[in-house]
């Protein structure tokens, strides 16, 4: 298994404002992803942050709005920028300490409201 | 139709009942199947993989049926600590090790 930091756990943002969440894993792992869980709904998969390389974004979100970071195997930063309301949610980061096909490991989640 | 589909519920059941949920994925070619158990403003939490022969732990039993892409989970003597989310979940479309998630379906039991 990996334990996984995440911070902040909570933020109130104001409009126009950009928030960074990080994400620490206390192994190297293969693979990280960030998701949004807006409420009452289910996880929805941002993007794959690539080590050292620019992330691969799902459909629906951009670099530009999401930027991701991932200097090395342990870390990675979600940027969510110019934010609206819309964009409260919660933010959780993903992180698969092998193979492709086995489970992956969860941060505590960040819940931000931008007001 | 969406990648993963779960009755949402929520499903009440007393102390002791016996309650099953159901999950179909739309991806004929999908390897891995989960599910996780998300607990009120908690991130998700593995509850145990799904394997093509079934298989249990404890009071939970899971079970995996490719023709009809189907997954299940069945818990017995439920338990008031029971009461959660359950996420099933499914690996995307290629070897990208992305999660597919469904929306959740949701299990209040009561005393």
């Known amino acids: 298994s990996a334990v996984i930091s995440q911070k902040p756990s909570r933020d109130i943002c104001q409009r126009g404002t950009s928030l960074t969440i990080q994400c620490q894993v206390d192994s190297q792992v293969t693979m990280m992803f960030w998701y949004r869980q807006q409420p009452g709904q289910s996880l929805t998969l941002i993007a794959t942050?690539?080590?050292?390389?620019?992330?691969?974004?799902e459909s629906g979100f951009v670099i530009d709005k999401f930027p991701i970071s991932r200097p090395n195997l342990t870390f990675s930063t979600l940027t969510v920028s110019n934010l609206s309301p819309e964009d409260s949610s919660i933010y959780l980061c993903?992180?698969?300490?092998?193979?492709?096909?086995?489970?992956?490991?969860f941060g505590q989640g960040t819940r931000l409201t931008v007001v | 139709r969406k990648e993963v589909e779960q009755d949402p519920g929520p499903f009440n059941v007393p102390e002791g009942a016996t309650v099953a949920f159901n999950c179909t994925y739309s991806n004929s070619a999908s390897q891995s199947f989960f599910w996780y158990r998300q607990d009120c403003r908690k991130e998700p939490k593995l509850l145990m993989s799904?394997?093509?022969s079934g298989n249990e732990d404890g009071r939970f039993t899971a079970q995996l049926n490719r023709a009809s892409q189907y997954i299940s989970l069945l818990i017995r003597d439920s338990k008031l600590s029971d009461s959660a989310t359950y996420l099933c979940v499914v690996n995307g479309k290629g070897n990208t090790g992305k999660l597919i998630f469904g929306q959740g379906t949701t299990l209040q039991v009561k005393p």
């Open positions: 799904v394997y093509s």
């Open positions: 942050a690539n080590q050292g390389s620019e992330a691969t974004y």
């Open positions: 993903s992180a698969k300490p092998r193979h492709a096909n086995t489970e992956a490991f």
